[in-house]
């Protein structure tokens, strides 16, 4: 995308956010990017669950 085509998006974005026309979807990644060892990973959970400790 062209810069000038990023910079015009980037505006409309904004202006839909002020508009209240926009939300935000943020996904379980975004937790576990804040902090990955306060949330297990799916593999972990999976795991956990699978093979639970005795």
Request: proline letters at 7%; charged letters at 20%.
């Amino acid at each position: 995308m062209p810069l000038t085509s990023t910079i015009e998006f980037l505006k409309e974005l904004r202006r839909k956010l002020h508009s209240h026309h926009m939300s935000a979807l943020i996904g379980a990644g975004f937790s576990k990017n804040a902090d990955p060892n306060l949330f297990p990973s799916w593999s972990q959970l999976i795991y956990d669950i699978a093979c639970p400790k005795k």
